[in-house]
Nanobody, 124 residues
Framework: QVQLVESGGGLVQAGGSLRLSCAASGRTFSSDAMGWFRQAPGKEREFVAAISSSGLNTYYADSVKDRFTISRDNAKNTMYLQMNSLIPEDTAVYYC?????????????????WGQGTQVTVSS
């Protein structure tokens, strides 16, 4: 059974930064592509960023490109999301997930295991 635990969320002012972490256990971490999604109140869950199993390939939603950076440390079984220049529209619960082999990076249907989420709140 795969377990994913997010951390690093919090309250930050617009223009600030946060780094989210996703610690994984229960499966060979380096075998899985991973992704970050977010869900704001009253909205559907949306894709934020994803990273291949090796870390060589990364993918971003247009809304976060050039502000967010996804990375992973396979030796530590941990994935990260560095979020800079945060805006109030980034306020959401952020989830990490493991991607199903051969499925799309961009849709949450392509992911099987999910963390419990961490709240990010950006004040104006």
């Amino acid at each position: 059974q795969v377990q994913l635990v997010e951390s690093g969320g919090g309250l930050v002012q617009a223009g600030g930064s946060l780094r989210l972490s996703c610690a994984a256990s229960g499966r060979t971490f380096s075998s899985d592509a991973m992704g970050w999604f977010r869900q704001a109140p009253g909205k559907e869950r949306e894709f934020v960023a994803a990273i291949s199993s090796s870390g060589l390939n990364t993918y971003y939603a247009d809304s976060v490109k050039d502000r967010f950076t996804i990375s992973r440390d396979n030796a530590k079984n941990t994935m990260y999301l560095q979020m800079n220049s945060l805006i109030p529209e980034d306020t959401a619960v952020y989830y990490c997930a493991t991607k199903r082999l051969g499925k799309s990076y961009w849709s949450d249907y392509g992911y099987d295991y999910w963390g419990q989420g961490t709240q990010v709140t950006v004040s104006s």
